[in-house]
């Protein structure tokens, strides 16, 4: 035998992914001692832990949150401007405001508010102040603890009236994740940009859907969507809803707040008002346990309680993959499909473009 051979391992098999994690959606961390601006109160934390949501309607002024609108708006100028360059559109409607532009965009060229969700721009500015901002992470502190990264998944999510591709069905955000996540913890902050109500298509959750700390069975996809989604029986089934007892409405206004956990089933509503409600999703975890990212982009660090004045790096996050510097328009990233690898998790039950298009 070779010296080689003597020292040789065999590869260790990665361990299966866990099939229920109840206590990580149900046990708070250790509280920080010092009062810090944004803290949630001992009730908020424990009815989040308890519910598995938690809706804090005055957290922001909002003028704090008017250079995300206005960041917004920058968005829906460029993707106008270059759908007028590629010929999509004959008008580019400039006089219409944030909350009915895109819907005139999305009338003239169909399509349009997905082509939105798609696009690979960096994130500005105003969106990372807001993400890694100092009363938010206070507060995400006391759901996960000191350190603190924000995950690789955000959206922007734009929903126009009444738009099927833009309705989000039952879901649990696991669902979207590989399913060695489902032990870590990753807190949601959905915040919409102006009030969100039930006519114009604010989240439903189901209260204590997170308990079992399990992830249900989806089906892909919903509709004409690129959606995963989870029927009223298999919640009821598995995660032991009651579909009508733990329905929760989540009305939130501007400058509020919609804490969610990745466990707790919830969906959004239709928007059936004749303005855009705008929201950001935008999430956070223990920077030293799984993501359940597809890819291979990294976790952004925001704090840390080795160093308490570390600041997020954003350039090792930001990868801008948009337009070319000679202004020409990439044909692939006009066309209104979205695939992703968690299409290939679920059993595909129904076809439509987006589907074919990942086959494809």
């Known amino acids: 035998m070779t010296s080689t051979e003597e020292n040789y391992e065999p590869p260790r098999k990665k361990p299966a992914p866990p099939a229920s994690c109840p206590q990580v959606y149900l046990t708070p961390p250790p509280q920080p001692r010092d009062k810090k601006p944004g803290q949630l109160s001992k009730a908020q934390v424990d009815q989040y832990f308890r519910d598995g949501y938690l809706v804090v309607t005055d957290f922001f002024p909002p003028e704090e949150l008017q250079p995300v609108r206005e960041a917004v708006e920058e ?8 759908l007028y360059r590629a010929g999509k559109i004959k008008d580019k409607h400039e006089e219409a405001g944030l909350f009915q532009r895109l819907t005139l965009l999305n009338e003239e060229f169909p399509g349009a508010a997905v082509v ?61 994740l590989l399913p060695d996540c489902l032990g870590t913890l990753q807190p949601t902050a959905w915040i919409p940009l102006l009030d969100a109500t039930k006519k114009n298509g604010c989240m439903q959750v189901l209260k204590g859907g997170h308990r079992k700390g399990i992830t249900a069975t989806h089906t892909c996809c919903a509709g004409g969507t690129w959606y995963v989604e989870v029927s009223a029986e298999e919640m009821e089934k598995t995660l032991g809803c009651d579909m009508e007892r733990d329905l929760v409405t989540c009305e939130v206004p501007y400058g509020g707040v919609l804490f969610l956990n990745n466990c707790i089933p919830h969906r959004s509503l239709e928007n059936y008002s004749d303005e855009i409600r705008w929201s950001l999703d935008l999430r956070w975890q223990d920077p030293n346990k799984p993501s359940g990212f597809w890819g291979e982009k990294d976790l952004v660090l925001m ?58």
Not at 75 to 82: K, P
Not at 120 to 134: C, G, I, Q, V
Not at 139 to 151: F, N, T
């Open 75 to 82: 968005r829906v100028d460029h993707l106008a401007q270059t």
């Open 116 to 176: 939105l969700v798609k696009s690979r721009r960096n994130m500005p500015k105003a969106f990372r102040d807001l993400w890694s901002h100092e009363r938010l992470l206070n507060a995400v502190e006391q759901l996960i603890g000191p350190d603190i990264a924000g995950h690789q998944v955000w959206n922007l999510r734009s929903k126009t009236p009444t738009n099927e591709a833009l309705t989000v069905p039952w879901h649990q955000d696991n669902a979207y």
């Open 303 to 360: 704090r840390t309680a080795k160093d308490p004045g570390y600041k997020p790096r954003w350039e090792e996050f930001l990868h801008d993959e948009g337009e070319e510097e000679d202004g020409k328009v990439n044909p692939a990233d006009l066309e209104p499909t979205i695939q992703g690898p968690w299409m290939l998790r679920w059993e595909i039950v129904h076809h439509n473009r987006h589907t074919k298009a990942l086959t494809s």
